[in-house]
């Protein structure tokens, strides 16, 4: 009589389950928890195939049991994917946008419920922003060195381009992530733009300064000067 074959553990299980069949196997999530992963399907030797797949997958990283949060799944990536294989002043980076802007601004957003219009609504609103104010950084300063929202004068302190084009460009290196491990099916970030640069604003002349030039092309014999007058 054979003895019956003992099931390593975090094997899990595969029976009949309703009108199909159901399978569970332990796994270690991206956040570091232990859970059961469920798996359903009509056909008992595809359910098989599959199990055994994500008792693979189990051994070798961590599987999600459900769409994590953005919030949740940066901190995953920043630990698991970032820290290891990239240099550390590139982890310091990411980590920094990740804390200051995205998470504050999108984390909340399930994974596969995030949308191009909420990335692209979230990219324009932070490079008009003032980070002073959305930071909180005015109301960290002592009292008497308080000088923008904290005393209703905001400083107008907003992101320069190439910093809204950064976040661009970290958000859409953990939604990669996010892909490859097929935990969402595409990459909203790739089909958003970057806002505008904005036109700096030009002070225009007073009349006494536009009278000195004018003064100044007339002793020059300046050629332009008839239509500098127009």
């Known amino acids: 009589m054979s003895t019956p074959r003992v099931r390593a553990n975090g094997e899990g299980s595969l029976f009949a389950y309703r009108n199909g069949y159901a399978a569970y196997v332990w796994v270690t999530t991206p956040v ?13 030797d595809e359910l098989h195939g599959r199990w055994i797949d994500l008792q693979k ?11 994590p949060k953005l919030a949740e799944y940066l901190t995953y990536w920043l630990q698991e994917i970032v820290a290891p294989n990239l240099a550390p002043l ?31 609504t979230w990219l324009n609103k932070v490079r008009n922003s003032c980070q002073c104010c959305a930071q909180g950084k005015d109301a ?21 381009l ?6 661009r460009t970290v958000l859409r290196s953990a939604l990669s992530s ?26 225009p002349w007073s009349s006494e300064e536009a009278r000195t030039f004018l003064e100044s092309v007339r002793r020059d014999d300046n050629a332009l000067y008839a239509a500098y007058v127009l």
């Not at 189990?58 to 049991?65: D, N, Q, Y």
């Not at 960290?140 to 905001?154: F, I, L, S, W």
């Open 178 to 203: 996010a892909t490859r491990e097929e935990l969402i099916t595409k990459n909203v970030v790739t089909m958003t733009q970057l806002p505008a640069r904005r036109q700096r604003k030009r002070k």
């Open 90 to 120: 590139t982890y310091a980076t990411y980590e920094t946008l990740t804390r200051l802007y995205i998470v504050p601004g999108l984390g909340g957003k399930r994974l596969d419920k995030l949308t191009v219009r909420d990335v692209q």
């Open 57 to 67: 997958q189990a051994k070798s990283g961590p599987v999600a049991t459900k769409v």
């Open 140 to 160: 960290r300063r002592p009292e008497k060195a308080r000088r923008c929202c904290a005393v209703g004068k905001c400083c107008g302190a907003v992101p320069s």
């Open 162 to 167: 190439r910093t809204v084009s950064d976040l």
């Open 32 to 44: 570091g928890s232990r859970e059961r992963k469920w798996i359903y399907g009509q056909d008992r």
